[in-house]
């Protein structure tokens, strides 16, 4: 057995090569690039050969900016109103089809000018302002630190684009996780300059999405990092500000009644929710359990409140704290953002790309043996996250079993272990 593990870890070994990585990358973004044009090439009325909505669920926030844009603010979360929009915009999609819009009113308001071009032509500008963000994100994000080769900035940049959740669920799905990419990555950015209210400011972009912010905001209010949130206060209000200017109050207030709605939809409701598309720890279980009951309710609280825990005691050493300690916790709660969560689409899992280039960073500064990526077991949990996120889908479609959130957790746990070790 032993032989048998060496030689497996050989071959793997000889496939985590730069140059075997940079191949891979590049025919996959080359296959991402074939399917881009073949979408908008075979669009008829917004609907692909393929069987999807050119641009998928961006047609959902384009209808939402249509909402506005045609004078009828008050009814923005109105169902009816938008499947009527949704469907004659997509007049040859299944009429049982719906993508409900749950987002704060300022991101209608953002992406109204959009509606004032054809849908094909707004689809076009978003996935360019989609991969930009994200590109600069990764771009950002590696510039700030020191411990990455500068020869290998583009072998990373191929990994990160061809990166399953970006590529097939974040962009050509047209979801809006690039955004709360961008903003971690310039908040760490900030961060590891000594400017945290900037920082703060940056991350509370992600605003947009509430549960971006549902594991970190607690842990910075644990780790007294009173001037992040005074940013973050700075950019909510702003946020808050323009959601009132565009929809007025009650829409605005109305919201968190359509964002609690759509929580108690995720463990089943009239809305069809794709549950084999999210990752985070809780709709894995109801998956896996087939709904909600008391088992899966307690296997939750079990598996949530021990890595939960062990988050919380680190943050509350923040203070105490050096650099390279932040960054490792930094890191590590990335890992567990779209796990320790209520619920997290696949395509929200791209802040693992963040969490692995920053913990990579640092293990390549400490060189605590020659092949540090490999010996700690951080390639091997990197090359599972990428390579389950292929078919853990189908997967979990079958069977109820989401192997995504197994190599995410891995990865997680790895990360706070090699930060409780060094503290």
């Not at 915009?89 to 509606?115: C, E, M, Q, W």
């Not at 950015?189 to 703060?200: D, E, H, K, T, V």
Request: glycine share 8%.
């Amino acid at each position: 057995m032993n032989r048998l593990t060496q030689a497996l870890r050989r071959a793997i070994d000889a496939r985590l090569q730069p140059a075997y990585l940079r191949l891979v990358s590049i025919a996959v973004l080359a296959v991402g690039g074939v399917l881009l044009c073949m979408s908008f090439a075979t669009s008829d009325r917004g609907q692909t050969k393929f069987g999807t909505p050119l641009g998928n669920d961006f047609a959902g926030f384009y209808v939402a900016a249509q909402i506005l844009d045609r004078g009828y603010e008050s009814k923005l979360y109105d169902r009816d109103l938008h499947d009527q929009l949704y469907h004659a915009l997509l007049p040859n999609l299944d009429k049982n089809d719906s993508i409900p819009y749950v987002h704060p009113p300022f991101v209608a308001g953002v992406l109204r000018p959009l509606t004032h071009l054809p849908y094909e032509a707004a689809v076009a500008v978003w996935f360019a302002i989609s991969v930009s963000l994200y590109g600069a994100g990764c771009w950002f994000l590696i510039r700030s630190l020191r411990g990455l080769p500068r020869d290998q900035t583009t072998l990373i940049l191929l990994m990160a684009l061809s990166f399953e959740p970006f590529l097939m669920e974040c962009w050509l799905g047209g979801q809006l996780s690039a955004v709360g990419f961008f903003s971690y990555a310039v908040a760490w950015l900030l961060f590891s300059r000594n400017r945290p209210i900037a920082a703060g400011m940056a991350l509370g972009l992600s605003f947009y999405k509430p549960t971006l912010l549902l594991l970190m905001l607690p842990l910075l209010v644990v780790g007294r990092c009173g001037r992040i949130l005074l940013g973050m206060t700075i950019t909510g209000v702003f946020l808050a500000g323009l959601s009132l200017t565009f929809v007025g109050w009650d829409v605005s207030v109305g919201y968190l009644d359509v964002l609690l709605s759509f929580r108690k939809n995720t463990a089943g409701g009239d809305l069809q929710i794709v549950a084999w598309k999210y990752v985070d720890l809780n709709n894995s279980l109801l998956l896996l359990c087939g709904g909600k009951s008391p088992f899966q309710t307690a296997a939750f609280v079990g598996l949530f409140l021990v890595p939960f825990a062990f988050l919380v005691r680190c943050w509350w050493q923040w203070p105490s704290r050096d650099a390279t300690q932040h960054q490792w916790l930094w890191a590590a709660t990335l890992a567990w953002l779209p796990v320790l969560n209520l619920y997290v689409g696949i395509y929200d899992s791209i802040f693992v790309v963040q969490s692995a280039v920053i913990a990579a960073d640092v293990l390549l500064r400490e060189r605590r043996s020659e092949a540090p990526l490999t010996d700690s077991g951080f390639a091997y949990c990197t090359l599972a996250i990428a390579g389950s996120a292929w078919f853990s889908q189908s997967l979990a479609r079958a069977s109820g079993f989401q192997c995504y959130t197994i190599a995410l957790i891995s990865l997680g746990v790895l990360e706070l272990r090699l930060y409780l070790t060094r503290s």
